[in-house]
């Protein structure tokens, strides 16, 4: 295994995303000053305004990068026993000899300096067109909604039990949670783009970028400042590959396969202003997807507390209504995937 090899990519990978925060904020300063094209980039501003976003959710959690815990946990399984090219000159520079509070602050300048310039000379975002393409909507028969919404209902409550009767026969921490992962995104295989395996539209993403920024950053910043405080906390030092995996999967499931065959039954807007409209979130996909999600859950009846197992019934239906959301603006399940992950990662961490 070339654990050398696999530390000094992290190590890079670290040290570009440092450089891209910290020269991006520079460039973007610079830029807007000489009103340089490239500085309105939505592209380049959107991803540094989510990088800066990441990295102050990590200083408000008092967490560790998770790449510089990764690149010293392969370190530890290298052989090398003197510092390298990479280490002397990337690994160094990053950890900088700074107070964790004076480096919390200086993040929260940058993030809001961004911030601010975004709104002020941020990308231009185009203006729904409001036009039909004047396809009619499908119409499907309330025999096979009623059909495909019991198979699904069986395929959400059902999965947790058959996963943990693998867990049993299979050997291995992990195993069950690569299955449920290569399951779910299986299914998502059938049909990619209406799963939103892709990117979705890039004209939605400018059209709702602080939109869905936003959705993306209140589930971490909730579970800092809630989940943080609790007494009893059900998913402290759960495994790499449940939080990971396991989250992925779900959102691949979830997001992608379940909301896709349910948009499939009752059909999208056509108008696109109307497909917009906040009374899209409240459609029936949006809220029998979020339902499904929290049936998921069931099996907690076995091991959590009563009155948490009410409270996990009702944040995960609000949480999965909540990230549905991204899902509805952009058409990918990207988004859903990122914030899942670090919202479980930070759950087992703080």
């Known amino acids: 295994m070339p654990w050398n090899l696999l530390a000094n990519a992290t190590a890079v990978l670290h040290g570009l995303i440092v450089a891209y925060i910290a020269g991006g904020f520079l460039f973007l300063l610079a830029g807007l000053w000489r009103k340089w094209r490239a500085a309105r980039n939505f592209v380049f501003r959107y991803t540094h305004l989510w990088f800066c ?3 102050m959710v ?9 790449l510089t815990d990764l690149e010293d946990w392969l370190r530890g399984h290298g052989t090398e026993t ?6 002397r000159y990337i690994t160094e520079p990053i950890h900088v000899d700074m107070q964790p509070r004076e480096l919390g602050w200086l993040m929260l300048a940058v993030l809001l300096g961004t911030v601010l310039l975004y709104f002020w000379r941020g990308p231009e975002r185009p203006e729904p067109s409001g036009k039909s393409d004047g396809t009619p909507p499908q119409k499907t028969s309330a025999l096979r909604k009623v059909f495909t919404v019991l198979g699904l ?13 693998l867990h049993l026969a299979l050997p291995g921490n992990g195993a069950v949670s690569w299955i449920s992962l290569a399951l779910a995104f299986g299914l998502c295989l059938v049909t990619p783009r209406r799963c939103g395996l892709g990117l979705g539209e890039f004209e939605r993403w400018r059209r709702f970028d602080w939109k869905i920024l936003l959705v993306w950053a209140v589930p971490p910043l909730s579970v800092i400042t809630i989940y943080a405080d609790y007494t009893s906390r059900p998913y402290e030092d759960i495994a790499w590959h449940k939080w990971l995996l396991g989250s992925a999967a779900q959102e691949y499931l979830f997001t992608g396969f379940v909301y896709a065959r349910l948009i499939e039954l009752w059909g999208e807007r056509r108008d696109e202003k109307m497909r917009d409209d906040w009374r899209g979130a409240f459609a029936a996909p ?3 997807t979020a ?3 929290s049936l998921w859950h069931w099996p907690g009846v076995y091991g959590l507390q009563p009155s948490y197992l009410a409270f996990q019934f009702i944040y995960t239906f609000l949480g999965g209504w909540w990230m549905l959301n991204m899902r509805r603006w952009t058409g990918s399940v990207w988004p859903g995937v990122t914030v899942h992950i670090l919202v479980n990662y930070l759950a087992s961490t703080v």
């Open 286 to 288: 949006m809220l029998l």
């Open 291 to 293: 339902a499904l999600f």
């Open 58 to 66: 990590f200083e408000c959690a008092n967490l560790h990068c998770p």
């Open 53 to 55: 976003l990441v990295v």
């Open 82 to 87: 003197e510092a390298g090219f990479i280490q």
């Open 153 to 165: 209902v069986l395929l959400s409550a059902g999965c947790i039990p058959v996963l943990r009767k």
